[in-house]
Nanobody
Framework: VQLQASGGGLVQAGGSLRLSCAAS????????MGWFRQAPGKEREVVAA????????YYGDSVKGRFTISRDTTKNTVYLQLNSLKPEDTAVYYC????????????????????WGQGTQVTVSS
């Protein structure tokens, strides 16, 4: 599967963005999907994940209550709504696709994902 992330940009603190990740292929609904981010000098961290059906989600502690992950199987797209953005949210955001043996699985480790998009830059100014 190929992933194409978009929607990043420059926004002021407190603002919002919506990231999109379009997936190619006919088996999108069988993948778990995740969003990760990496800031300069820091390790890649999980932001959010969603299981294959969309019924189970996971959020990193730093984004709980502010970000929302969703997926639209008809459009082969996963979204990440970013609200109440903070300067510390500044990073390159990556979407990823993988598999889970659990119906409700939402993998939170990068090496559990087999496919990665190219990343989209989010910059939050103070």
């Amino acid at each position: 599967v190929q992933l194409q992330a978009s929607g990043g940009g420059l926004v002021q603190a407190g603002g919002s963005l919506r990231l999109s990740c379009a997936a190619s292929g006919r088996t999108f609904s069988s993948y778990v999907m995740g969003w990760f981010r990496q800031a300069p000098g820091k390790e890649r961290e999980v932001v959010a994940a969603i299981n294959w059906s969309g019924g189970s989600t996971y959020y990193g502690d730093s984004v709980k209550g502010r970000f929302t992950i969703s997926r639209d199987t008809t459009k082969n797209t996963v979204y990440l709504q970013l609200n109440s953005l903070k300067p510390e949210d500044t990073a390159v955001y990556y979407c990823a696709a993988g598999y889970s043996t659990s119906y409700y699985g939402t993998p939170q480790v990068a090496n559990e994902y087999a496919y990665w998009g190219q990343g989209t830059q989010v910059t939050v100014s103070s």
